[in-house]
T-cell receptor, first 114, second 113 residues
Framework: DTEVTQTPKHLVMGMTNKKSLKCEQH?????MYWYKQKAKKPPELMFV???????INESVPSRFSPECPNSSLLNLHLHALQPEDSALYLC?????????????FGSGTQLSVL | GENVEQHPSTLSVQEGDSAVIKCTYS??????FPWYKQELGKRPQLIID?????GEKKDQRIAVTLNKTAKHFSLHITETQPEDSAVYFC????????????FGAGTRLFVKA
């Protein structure tokens, strides 16, 4: 399995809702990432987990809460989002070893906050 | 802070011509420079990369050059084809316990048949 799988593919939520985005990989990668991508913009790093520990938090608002339950799973819990948080949320992973900088992206969750 | 500048933002070429995209990075600790291609509605996919101890790398019609002193790196696509049309992102990466990859703003490449 050489894929990063994200669910759901699309999500519409209200500002008072609580929802979670899920990401899964079975490539043995030990670093996992959340990126946010607005239309016609580059991916913007949010969080990095290395060996299931949070190693980078790019000053993301607390309404986004990441979780790494095990080496294959990465979640992003969403609460009290704003309309400006509407974007494509991309999960990525990278492997241990010499080529461990290469990012493998999932297809993303297109999030709309109403 | 870390920054990656990318030019041009839009590039239109005739099929068969070459395309060149240029990037500049600010973080001298960056040691890995990937290029990603993103087609409309799809995920970014790695097309080529280069490490800081190498000056040039080629893979068929795609080549990347790196000038570490000037903090410049470039993507060269030769014999362009319509299927090369996409958004291309350069990026600079360094290891901070998990790799911090910063992307350039992107170049929208149009290849006209």
């Amino acid at each position: 399995d050489t894929e990063v799988t994200q669910t759901p593919k699309h999500l519409v939520m209200g500002m008072t809702n609580k929802k979670s985005l899920k990401c899964e990989q079975h490539m043995g990668h030990r670093a996992m990432y959340w990126y946010k991508q607005k239309a016609k913009k580059p991916p913007e790093l949010m969080f990095v987990y290395s060996y299931e520990k949070l190693s980078i938090n790019e000053s993301v608002p607390s309404r986004f809460s990441p979780e790494c339950p095990n080496s294959s799973l990465l979640n992003l819990h969403l609460h009290a989002l704003q309309p400006e948080d509407s974007a494509l949320y991309l999960c990525a992973s990278s492997s241990p070893g010499r080529s461990n900088e290469k990012l493998f992206f999932g297809s993303g969750t297109q999030l709309s906050v109403l | 802070g870390e920054n990656v500048e990318q030019h041009p933002s839009t590039l239109s070429v005739q099929e068969g011509d070459s395309a060149v995209i240029k990037c500049t990075y600010s973080d001298s600790a960056s040691n890995y420079f990937p290029w990603y291609k993103q087609e409309l509605g799809k995920r970014p996919q790695l097309i080529i990369d280069i490490r800081s101890n190498v000056g040039e790398k080629k893979d068929q019609r795609i080549a990347v050059t790196l000038n570490k002193t000037a903090k410049h790196f470039s993507l060269h696509i030769t014999e362009t084809q319509p299927e090369d049309s996409a958004v291309y992102f350069c990026a600079a990466s360094r290891n901070t316990g998990g790799f911090k990859t910063i992307f350039g703003a992107g170049t929208r490449l149009f290849v006209k048949a």
